[in-house]
């Protein structure tokens, strides 16, 4: 979907643009000046429309079996950001992911010790155990249940914010895949992105280029 200026914007650019125009056309002396600005003016309305540009995209992608546990999945997430999805081009936005899974959870929590992702599992574990007699629903193992109440409690989706082409977390922060299962197979994310793309031109305006004023 594409974003344009409003009518009323529009008509105020073409209004200064033609003023420059005959200005430029009754007199040399303002001639540079009045093409300059002119230039600017239409890079400007040029770029806003660009800078308005948003887009949406979703992919699904499905993790490798990592057995029960807390695991680091970032890499995964940003190489399918960056490889498939293109969010190198969005200026500012958001990743929304979702997990499609009711006896695993997805989380933001430490991206560098491991201990970190061992003592959460152990946490976990021992606050909801498989050994109680509170559990009627055994049907699926003695895993199961405490399997789905650890998904209620630690959730399965994540909105990310993405800032300049990059996911904006912070230094220490990673995204985690808890295997709450013993054997819970390969998981599979629902990965949505919407942003606002950068603008295409590069160059400052009204940088020289072969003698002339360039956009």
Request: charged share 25%; glycine share 8%.
């Amino acid at each position: 979907m594409t974003m344009k200026p409003t009518a009323k914007r529009s008509r105020t650019f073409r209004a200064y643009l033609a003023w420059f125009i005959s200005v430029q056309e009754k007199g040399e002396v303002l001639a540079p000046l009045a093409h300059i600005c002119a230039r600017l003016i239409c890079a400007a309305m040029a770029d806003k429309e660009r800078r308005g540009e948003t887009v949406w995209v979703q992919q699904q992608v499905r993790l490798t079996d990592r057995g029960r546990g807390c695991h680091h999945i970032t890499p995964d997430v940003e190489q399918a950001l960056e490889q498939t999805m293109g969010v190198r081009k969005i200026d500012v936005g958001v990743a929304h992911i979702f997990l499609q899974a009711a006896s695993a959870s997805i989380a933001l929590s430490d991206r560098f010790d491991p201990a970190a992702r061992y003592d959460t599992e152990a946490a976990l574990s021992s606050l909801i155990p498989e050994k109680s007699d509170i559990w009627t629903r055994i049907c699926e193992g003695s895993d199961d249940m405490p399997a789905l109440v650890k998904n209620c409690l630690v959730g399965c989706n994540l909105t990310i914010p993405i800032t300049n082409g990059i996911l904006n977390t912070g230094h220490g922060q990673g995204i985690w895949l808890l295997e709450h299962k013993n054997y819970g197979g390969g998981r599979k994310l629902v990965i949505t992105v919407q942003g606002m793309l950068k603008p295409t031109f590069e160059k400052p305006l009204g940088t020289k280029s072969k003698g002339k004023y360039s956009t």
